[in-house]
């Protein structure tokens, strides 16, 4: 969770998984937390791009929105990549495939219109007390924040040579003289999959870590040391014990 607070509110955002048909329990465990989530939270926002052309993927969302009372939100995103006389067809496409509380074009790149969306939001939300200090940004612990920071340098430097079948573990976490040491290892399914993550003499993870590096100096405002390792785990997203120990679990 993410956390947002204005002079007009507060505003806590839950970022949910993506919505799809499930292949193996960890996306079983994925699209259940999903859409549970639509009917626990005061509005859902459905984030997606200027296109006209709305898929299988799109239109099964969309089914699930139908089955929630809870107001959606459009928020249309990269407004900073098309022509403003091509958002209109994109807007008028989804309109006519849901009935949307709001439609909020956005670039979040730009940050052009995201003020626009925080009123919007605002609107939809009850009123009640302050839930966290104005200086809160997540509720969430370092090491699961630092673990997801990995795995997504990961994935986008793997630019998709690899689908989303890797966890990230954090073995040691440890401030020494004003810096922190960071062990994680990389989780992937296959041995190739490993060759791919690691790269020709170690160039692909060397690259992860430096990026990965870079945004957790940025969130911990400090030094760090940041060691990675590969490992396989043969099917660990259909294992119930693997899950747990990479945090992907149910309330009990």
């Given at each position: ?33 999903a ?24 239109r ?57 969306l ?29 673990a ?101 679990r149910?309330?009990?």
């Amino acid at each position: 969770q993410t956390v947002l607070t204005t002079e007009d509110g507060q505003i806590v955002f839950v970022d949910t998984p993506g919505i799809h048909k499930a292949k193996n329990k960890l996306g079983e465990y994925m699209v259940n937390i999903a859409e549970r989530s639509l009917n626990e939270v005061d509005v859902v926002l459905w984030l997606v791009e200027p296109s006209t052309f709305i898929g299988a993927g799109e239109r099964h969302i969309i089914d699930q929105l139908k089955r929630v009372k809870t107001p959606v939100i459009l928020v249309i995103n990269k407004i900073d990549m098309v022509k403003k006389e091509d958002l209109l067809p994109a807007i008028d496409t989804y309109r006519k495939e849901y009935d949307f509380a709001d439609i909020v074009p956005v670039s979040a790149r730009s940050g052009d219109n995201t003020d626009e969306l925080v009123k919007v939001i605002l609107k939809y939300l009850p009123y009640g007390p302050q839930f966290y200090d104005e200086d809160t940004v997540t509720d969430q612990p370092e090491r699961q924040i630092v673990a997801e920071l990995i795995r997504e340098k990961a994935l986008h430097c793997l630019n998709e040579e690899i689908p989303h079948g890797i966890a990230v573990a954090i073995d040691r976490m440890k401030m020494e003289r004003k810096v922190m040491h960071i062990d994680a290892t990389i989780i992937c399914e296959r041995d190739s999959h490993k060759g791919i993550i690691i790269g020709k003499q170690g160039s692909m993870l060397k690259k992860i870590g430096s990026t990965a590096r870079y945004e957790i100096e940025r969130m911990l405002d400090c030094k760090v040391n940041l060691k990675l390792w590969v490992k396989v785990q043969k099917n660990w997203r259909d294992s119930d014990y693997m899950m747990k120990n990479f945090g992907y679990r149910e309330d009990e």
